[in-house]
């Protein structure tokens, strides 16, 4: 999840735009990380002493890693460890940015380092996710001030992402969530929660968007807009949503009504209180996860 959260991170600070992330989220899966990115994210070297190495093999036909060893920046050691290291896709992200020229290898270090402090993950080995660093980093960069914090709107959150990943496609990053006044849809899909109070969910996005979603969401090729977009759509919404109801009922004793989802199209929607709006960018176009309360 950590990939999804830096390619938020960049956009938030201007370092990259939004083409750019489609265009690397897009090649992502037929990437692979190189030696001089990997040495860097280790700390085992600088970025200089990567484009070292680098421009050296331009003039010679060798390897990276015999370059490195050669001046003293590697021992063999460290080679063979790093190719069998497990590495967060974040890294490869960053390198693809590298690749295209958005930013160098010396940006790439100071980007690292900064997304570490500032997230306050410097204690943590972010080699495999951890729990307490995927919530503190759902706080530091998707609440918005208006909400309240409590451990229920946290794990809705994770759950999305989660099942973004797990059952649509992991190359997404989600935007910076928004409290807005009206969100005009086009097409969506919805489901009410009620518990004490009452809570609409929305899925938005154009059509196109819609059966690029839904052909990775049910593992089938849709060339048109049909029901069985829709219906791949609304059993994504039902998914994460029961999800939650059972989370919820799990882990703080409260019970959840769950409502059949339904279509929506050409209508704008009004919120009670709230109506917050998390973009979620995908190469294929953007979806809008909308809650109103």
Not at 53 to 75: H, K, M, N, P, S
Not at 106 to 119: M, Q, S, T, V
Not at 133 to 156: A, C, G, H, P
Not at 185 to 210: M, N, P
């Amino acid at each position: 999840m950590y990939t999804q959260f830096l390619g938020n991170y960049l956009l938030q600070r201007g370092i990259i735009n939004q083409q750019q992330l489609f265009d690397a989220l897009g090649r992502i899966s037929q990437s692979k990380l190189k030696l001089g990115t990997l040495a860097i994210n280790e700390g085992l070297m600088t970025a200089r002493e990567v484009d070292e190495c680098l421009f050296v093999q331009t003039r010679e036909d060798r390897r990276f890693g015999e370059i490195a060893i050669e001046r003293g920046y590697l021992t063999k050691e460290q080679v063979e460890d790093m190719m069998h290291t497990q590495t967060p896709d974040f890294v490869l992200l960053c390198q693809i940015f590298v690749e295209d020229g958005v930013f160098s290898y010396e940006d790439f270090e100071r980007i690292i380092f900064d997304y570490k402090n500032e997230a306050e993950l410097s204690d943590f080995s972010l080699d495999t996710e951890n729990q307490a660093v995927i919530k503190k980093l759902i706080e530091k960069f998707f609440w918005v001030s208006e909400t309240q914090k409590d451990d229920r709107n946290s794990m809705y959150i994770e759950l999305l992402f989660n099942s973004l990943i797990r059952f649509v496609d992991e190359n997404f990053t989600p935007l910076t969530p928004m409290v807005i006044d009206e969100f005009p849809v086009t097409f969506g899909v919805t489901q009410r929660l009620i518990s004490k109070g009452t809570y609409d969910t929305h899925i938005e996005c154009d059509r196109e968007t819609a059966m690029a979603f839904a052909s990775k969401y049910a593992k089938e090729e849709f060339s048109e807009f049909n029901e069985y977009v829709v219906a791949a759509m609304e059993d994504f919404l039902n998914l994460l949503n029961g999800l939650y109801v059972v989370n919820v009922s799990n882990q703080f004793s409260v019970d959840i009504e769950l409502e059949p989802p339904a279509v929506i199209t050409d209508v704008t929607l009004k919120p009670q209180n709230k109506l917050i709006d998390l973009p979620i960018v995908y190469s294929f176009g953007t979806i809008h996860i909308i809650i109103s309360y």
